[in-house]
Structures are given as C-alpha cells and as structure tokens.
C-alpha cells in the first residue's frame, strides 16, 4: 500500500524567498523532516505563490494586502521534501499575473512536479492530475472557491474555482468520475473557507460529503492556515484544513498557526489509515514539533477530532494516529 503525505499551504516568496538567496533550498526544511518525507511514495501540497521572475502585481483585486512570488531555485525546496504534485488552485496563483503562472506551469513541469488547479483556460485548469504512488494510480483534483476575480475562462488564464456553499458544481462532479474510472485512488484538494477559521463550516461538511460520493477517496483541504479536526466518512477520511507547512508570516499567539501537520495516509492499512506528523514553522524553516509545542497540537487535535466524531491517539511525542 502507498503511504502519501499531505501538506496544506507552502508559501515561497515573500521572507522565504529571501531565504532561498542565503541558505540551499533543502535547509528550508529541517534533516529530521527531509527524512521523514523520504520514506513517503508521494508528497502533495497547495503550492500558496508562483514560482516566476517576470510579471506585474495584479490588480484584479482592489486592496489585495499580499503578494507571493518564488524564485526558480523554490522548485528545488519542493523536491526537497518529495513534492511530487502540487495544488495552483488558491488566491496567489495570479498575483504577478498570467506571465508568472505560465512559468510557474512550465518550471513545474520541467521538474517532474505535477500541478493542477489552474492552467491557460477553464478546460485546462478544471482538469485534474494522475501520479503514481507505490504501484498505485492517484488522481489530483484541486479547486478553489476564492477569489473569483482569479477564476480561468475559456480562453484566459487563472485558477479552478468553485463555489461550493450551494453544492458542488457539475464539472467538478463530472471530473472525479473521469478520475475514478482511470485511477485506483482519488484525492479531492479545495482550497476553501476563511482565513483562521478555527473548525469546518456546515457548508464544508455539506461540499466534503458531496465531493466523495462523486468519487473522491479522501478529501484534504486548506486555507485557514490553521489545521483542523479530521471526519471519517463511508468512503475515507476527511481533512477540513491542513493548516500552514512553510511560510513567514505573522504568529497569532492564541491559534498558533506557527504549529501545523503532515498528513500521511496509507489507504487499506486499517486503524493506521491516517497518521498526523506534528510540524513546527519558524520563520521561512519548517521542522518536527517537539516538546511543548507537540503537547499543544495534541490537545488541540484532541478537541478538534472530537468535535467531528473521531479521535487522535498519541502514538510518539508528536505522532498521531487518527480512529
């Protein structure tokens, strides 16, 4: 069986990008975790910047606070860690507009990291991704339901939005059945709900539940920068939000979004299906939580399980097994 890690938002530009001109891109990560990673089939994420040295800042949007913009060498803190495929599906794959998604797109590819989620139109942006895992077919879907202003047209660049608090749109639906009749599993990546939310709004329940009965084995999602408690459905699991894996932002001392996962999901392996791997975000470097960071995120794993019907059992210092 294929054991697949899952991290929520990876920023690269901005202070990371900084770092990338003083450090190799593989110190972004800490050795303890490179490892960790190693051991995996496949790493999947929500890429949260594009990858380009050309473009402009949008203006698509009017206050738009944050722009994030890596440099090529990001690619290389990706492979880093075994990224294999990421989500453009978000609210920073358009803000230096379509030249720096085109090279972010083609950087991507020609690094063997698969991306979905956006693309040149709305064809090519709702389409999802196949990567192997082990001897195993993965389909990728990603989507996003903000901003709609990065939304791809039919003949225009930009992101695969959907929003799903009235249900989930009939493309989205039509594109996991194409994806369930060639892959053995299916994962379904949004990128939804506000900044900070601290637990899944109804309407994410709804869209999660909507989602796997069109196909989806396991839904991951992200965008709160917080990570959530986790639901087991019929079909799988159900990860609301990931929270933060790299970024240079501002801590809030209540939320803690300094403290993050990794999801590793071994599909078919029983009560270890799903393991939750405690990470700790320094400023522009990401590494194990240990400590009393550890002793936070398993209280709060604790609360947040059980307020969705399951329950984090502690199996190491910040290792976590999901029942």
């Given at each position: 069986?294929?054991?697949?890690g899952?991290?929520?938002d990876?920023?690269?530009g901005?202070?990371?990008?900084?770092?990338?001109?003083e450090?190799?891109?593989e110190?972004l990560w800490?050795?303890?975790l490179?490892?960790l990673?190693?051991?995996l089939?496949?790493?999947?994420c929500?890429?949260?910047c594009?990858?380009s040295e050309r473009g402009?800042r949008t203006?698509?949007?009017?206050?738009?606070?944050f722009f994030f913009?890596?440099?090529?060498?990001?690619?290389?803190?990706?492979?880093?860690?075994g990224?294999?495929?990421v989500?453009?599906?978000n609210?920073?794959?358009l803000?230096?507009?379509?030249?720096?998604l085109?090279?972010?797109?083609?950087?991507?590819?020609?690094?063997g990291?698969?991306?979905?989620?956006?693309g040149?139109?709305?064809?090519?942006?709702r389409?999802?991704?196949?990567?192997e895992?082990g001897?195993?077919?993965?389909?990728?879907?990603?989507?996003s339901d903000?901003?709609?202003?990065?939304a791809?047209?039919?003949?225009?660049?930009?992101?695969?939005?959907?929003?799903?608090?009235?249900g989930v749109?009939?493309?989205?639906r039509?594109?996991l059945?194409?994806?369930?009749?060639?892959c053995?599993?299916?994962?379904?990546f949004?990128?939804?709900g506000?900044n900070m939310?601290?637990?899944?709004?109804r309407?994410?329940?709804?869209?999660a539940?909507a989602?796997?009965?069109?196909?989806?084995d396991l839904?991951?999602g992200?965008?709160a920068?917080?990570f959530?408690g986790?639901?087991?459905?019929?079909?799988g699991?159900v990860?609301?939000d990931?929270g933060d894996?790299?970024?240079?932002?501002r801590?809030d001392?209540?939320l803690?979004?300094?403290?993050?996962v990794?999801a590793?999901w071994r599909p078919?392996a029983?009560q270890d299906e799903l393991?939750l791997?405690a990470l700790?975000l320094?400023?522009?470097?990401?590494?194990?939580?240990h400590?009393a960071?550890a002793?936070?995120?398993a209280?709060r794993?604790?609360?947040?399980?059980?307020?969705?019907g399951?329950?984090?059992v502690?199996?190491?210092e910040?290792?976590f097994?999901?029942a």
């Open positions: 069986m294929p054991a697949i899952l991290l929520g990876v920023m690269l901005r202070g990371v990008a900084d770092a990338l001109r450090v190799p891109p110190e800490s050795e303890e490179r490892s990673c190693a051991s089939d496949l790493v999947v929500n890429l949260e594009c990858i402009e203006r698509r949007i009017a206050g738009k606070p913009r890596g440099p090529p060498a990001a690619v290389r803190a990706l492979q880093a860690i990224v294999r495929a989500s453009l599906a609210n920073h794959a803000d230096y507009e379509a030249d720096a085109e090279d972010t797109l083609g950087l991507l590819r020609r690094s990291v698969a991306a979905a989620g956006a040149g139109g709305s064809e090519e942006a389409c999802g991704t196949i990567v895992a001897e195993r077919w993965i389909g990728l879907i990603c989507l903000h901003p709609a202003e990065y791809a047209v039919a003949d225009a660049p930009g992101i695969a939005y959907a929003d799903m608090r009235e749109p009939e493309w989205v039509s594109e059945a194409w994806l369930r009749r060639q053995d599993l299916v994962i379904a949004p990128h939804w506000p939310a601290a637990a899944p709004a309407w994410q329940r709804r869209a539940a989602l796997q009965e069109a196909g989806a839904v991951a992200h965008s920068h917080v959530h986790v639901e087991w459905a019929d079909r699991p990860l609301f990931l894996a790299l970024d240079d932002y801590v001392p209540d803690r979004n300094d403290l993050g990794l590793i078919g029983g393991e791997v700790r320094q400023f522009c470097q990401t590494e194990l939580a400590g960071d002793d936070w995120i209280a794993l604790d609360r947040a399980c059980e307020e969705l399951s329950r984090a502690r199996i190491d910040g290792r097994r999901i």
